[in-house]
Antibody, heavy 120, light 107 residues
């Protein structure tokens, strides 16, 4: 059974940093591309970042470019999101999601999400 | 960036009735369109990809159609567990983008 379990969310002050983790199991992690997708309270879904299976190709949404860094450890079957210079508008539930597709990608499995709250 | 527009924002349907949800792209996305279902406090669940292919384990009452810029998700006979928010997503181009969602509520 495919499982994605996020952790690392919490309350952080504006300008602060947080590192999210996503532990993957039930599939061969190093064969799959991965994404982070977020959802602000009461709002829709917003793609945040993508990483290829090897980690050699990375994309970011303009809203987080230069502040967030995606990475992965294929030995530990884990995905990460380092978030710096956090703003109030980064407050959201952050989901890791497994990517499929040959152009951009859709998401066939999602974690349960971890809540990040940016507030003073 | 491709803008995805869903309509209506809210759809009120009685159990057993048919629901038709629409999604429009600001430019052609070919058939690179997915649909997700999300219930309160839960992660999204993939229903349809490549515009019309049901994901693993998705009941046959869910069907998707369309290509280019106009897409439809049809739920043939609404069950109680189908009342939720539905999102479309294009993955033809980066950045991948989502619609704003359609809430299907009990009439």
């Amino acid at each position: 059974e495919v499982q994605l379990v996020e952790s690392g969310g919490g309350l952080v002050q504006p300008g602060g940093s947080l590192r999210l983790s996503c532990a993957a199991s039930g599939f061969t992690f190093n064969n799959y591309e991965m994404n982070w997708v977020r959802q602000a309270p009461g709002k829709g879904l917003e793609w945040v970042s993508y990483i290829s299976s090897s980690g050699s190709t990375i994309y970011y949404a303009d809203s987080v470019k230069g502040r967030f860094t995606i990475s992965r450890d294929n030995v530990k079957n884990s995905l990460y999101l380092q978030m710096n210079s956090l703003r109030a508008e980064d407050t959201a539930v952050y989901y890791c999601a497994r990517a499929r597709g040959s152009t951009s990608c859709y998401h066939d499995y999602w974690g349960q999400g971890t809540l990040v709250t940016v507030s003073s | 960036e491709i803008v995805m527009t869903q309509s209506p924002a809210t759809l009120s349907v009685s159990p057993g009735e048919r629901a038709t949800l629409s999604c429009r792209a600001s430019q052609s996305v070919s058939s690179h369109l997915a649909w997700y279902q999300q219930k309160p406090g839960r992660a999204p669940r993939l229903l349809i990809y490549d515009a019309s292919i049901r994901a693993t384990g998705i009941p046959a009452r869910f069907s998707g159609s369309g290509s280019g810029t106009e897409f439809t998700l049809t739920i043939s006979s609404l069950q109680s567990e189908d009342f939720a928010v539905y999102y479309c997503q294009q993955y033809d181009n980066w950045p991948q983008t989502f619609g704003q969602g359609t809430k299907v509520e009990i009439k």
